[in-house]
């Protein structure tokens, strides 16, 4: 974004937001994919707390959401866009759910699953092949998300009653086609490349090597095609701008405005090539932070938050804001407003945790954030740490420069911030528990090869 001070991406319309509100600068999403992130953003807890593990294991209304916390107490809480839980036949806690795109079939990405075993990706060439300059179906579904926002909103103007919407765009995602007004903004020639574009020789990680090889999408971007996917997704990251200005522009019209606080939040981020690797899944800040932007009542103007937040905070907030139950949320919620944050002392010592559970990983993950430093803890594996105030890229790991022989006392207190949270070993062994019983409920490893795989779900329209 403009406002993070990026020197291409066009976004005027968030910028303007961030500039009446408060602007998270160290925020998380709780897992670098899109299912289990958007369960723990409905739940506001950990993902190991949810055992929504990955994306075969969608949402499906039976924990508590924030959003039947807010419904249940009379507010009208509306979905309008894309959910990625299981069903709209669920009760996912709304009081109405607008062109939902749920997972597919009610099942999700079921080859994730198979992380003890894993089998080749065939799909990877997919994301490459797919950059170009044009409408897609994800961009003509953003724009009937907007519509349909743009006349919810317009619906309420006038009304005294409460209410909460949960407006969520696609774009910018694959596949990397953008519309042309859009790609006309950003030449390829002109991209800058990724970081550590041609001196990249694999990632020196077990783990990571893993992933790499199960998500191979670098061996197809040459540099020409790098530069054109970055000039794409650029455009598109404009082109939701756009979406996001016009739905703030008729809550502005309809003077709805002073009494609505809004927060804008994506459910990970992309690498886009940054150290060999495309899309998400890895605890890299390209991946693993997300944008995240408060404004309205009570949220203090102009101010940059350095406080760590995560997604899980979203649900105290709407509690907070909605004063529904908020002593009795306090309690239950790890997360905490991001209203509130946001008139305090920044307090750079939060703790924040990611985990990753999916396909392509043959462990647990989980990532811990405080102050400059970050902590990466793979189970059965080395950790890794990066002191992202003197290699904000991430281009050394402390681990692996010298066995952390001088920052030993750095890595103790990440393995401790850890397990003041959960314990690694334990909640890893849970969930590959959980996802033979999740496989064996699909017809076992051969059914979940044959279920189909995908690098970007249908719309509901496709569906």
Request: charged fraction near 20%; charge should be negative; glycine fraction near 10%.
């Amino acid at each position: 974004m403009g406002c993070v001070g990026h020197p291409q991406v066009k976004t005027p319309h968030l910028d303007q937001l961030a500039a009446r509100g408060a602007l998270f600068s160290n925020a998380y999403t709780p897992s670098p994919m899109c299912v289990p992130a958007r369960a723990s953003m409905a739940c506001g807890d950990y993902v190991h707390k949810t055992g929504y593990w990955d994306s075969a294991t969608p949402f499906d209304g039976s924990r508590r959401s924030w959003m039947a916390w807010l419904r249940d107490n009379g507010v009208d809480v509306t979905s309008i866009g894309k959910l990625h839980f299981r069903s709209s036949e669920d009760d996912n806690g709304f009081t109405e759910e607008i062109m939902p795109m749920h997972v597919v079939g009610g099942v999700g990405w079921p080859i994730g699953l198979l992380r003890e075993n894993t089998p080749a990706y065939d799909q990877a060439a997919e994301l490459a092949a797919d950059v170009g300059v044009g409408n897609s179906t994800y961009t003509d579904y953003d724009r009937d998300i907007t519509a349909a926002a743009e006349q919810w909103l317009r619906d309420r103007a006038g009304s005294n009653e409460p209410w909460a919407a949960f407006v969520s765009l696609v774009s910018p995602h694959y596949p990397l086609t953008c519309p042309q007004e859009y790609a006309k903004l950003y030449d390829p020639a002109e991209m800058h490349l990724p970081v550590g574009y041609g001196k990249h020789h694999g990632p020196g990680h077990s783990e990571l090597q893993n992933i790499a090889r199960f998500f191979n999408y670098d061996q197809y971007f040459d540099e020409r095609k790098t530069r054109e996917a970055i000039a794409a997704y650029y455009g598109l990251t404009t082109f939701m701008d756009s979406c996001v200005g016009r739905i703030l522009n008729v809550l502005a019209d309809t003077a709805q405005c002073a009494n609505t606080v809004v927060i804008y939040v994506s459910d990970h981020g992309d690498m886009l090539g940054d150290q060999g690797y495309w899309t998400k899944q890895i605890m890299y800040e390209q991946s693993v932070g997300v944008p995240m932007i408060i404004a309205g009542p009570g949220v203090p103007v102009g101010m940059r938050v350095d406080t760590g937040a995560s997604l899980i905070d979203l649900a105290a907030t709407a509690i907070e804001v909605t004063g529904v139950g908020h002593d009795a949320a306090s309690a239950l919620l790890p997360g905490r407003s991001l209203r509130e944050l946001a008139n305090r002392p920044n307090d750079p010592d939060r703790t924040i945790l990611s985990e990753y559970h999916d396909g392509g990983s043959t462990t647990g993950t989980f990532m811990v954030r405080w102050q400059h430093w970050k902590y990466v803890h793979y189970v059965g594996h080395p950790p890794q740490l990066f002191n992202l105030q003197a290699d904000p890229d991430e281009l050394h790991d402390l681990v692996l420069a010298d066995g952390g022989r001088d920052v030993g006392d750095v890595i103790a207190e990440g393995e401790r911030r850890l397990r003041a949270i959960c314990n690694p070993g334990t909640e890893n062994a849970r969930c590959f528990a959980d996802q033979r019983k999740r496989i064996e409920a699909l017809g076992g490893e051969q059914a979940c090869l044959n279920a189909g795989v995908f690098n970007h779900t249908p719309t509901p329209k496709e569906q």
